[in-house]
């Protein structure tokens, strides 16, 4: 696949405070856009990981026959990592401090999930 570029990213960690860092990638793992803000281990690290917890929980959806994950928010004591999912194939992670609203949060990205569905799939 080539590589697309894409720049939701650099806006969400803009909009939302307490944002540390933001990736696009593939349920395959590839990493489509990264981009943080402050000084935080390389989120392209856990794309492979954050891919495969994706497919574990739409298995588990599919299982269970709720239909597929749109979203999913993995807490930690200081940290978050929210992810929406975008059509089938991609998904927009943010990882949060702890001084972040995770409402604001889900709702900044939710908005520019039009926009990058246009720039993930052309017509």
């Known amino acids: 696949m080539a ?3 894409v720049k939701v ?3 969400l960690l803009g909009y939302v405070k307490g944002a540390l860092a933001g990736i696009i990638i593939s349920l395959k793992g590839e990493e489509i856009e990264v981009s ?3 000084t935080i281990s390389d989120p392209a690290f856990v794309r492979g990981e954050l891919a495969i917890i994706l497919k574990i929980a739409n298995s588990l959806a599919e299982d269970l026959k709720m239909g597929p994950v749109r979203e999913l928010i993995i807490s930690f004591d200081a940290y978050s990592i929210i ?5 089938d ?3 927009l992670i943010l ?3 702890d001084s972040a609203s995770l409402g604001l949060a889900r709702k900044k ?3 520019v999930i039009p926009e990058l569905e246009k ?3 052309p017509e």
Not at 83 to 87: Q, T
């Open 89 to 91: 194939n991609y998904a």
């Open 109 to 111: 990205m939710g908005a």
């Open 119 to 121: 720039e993930l799939y």
């Open 9 to 11: 990213i650099s806006q």
């Open 3 to 5: 590589e697309k570029k």
């Open 83 to 87: 992810s929406l999912m975008v059509r």
């Open 36 to 38: 943080t803000r402050k």
């Open 95 to 97: 990882f949060l401090d």
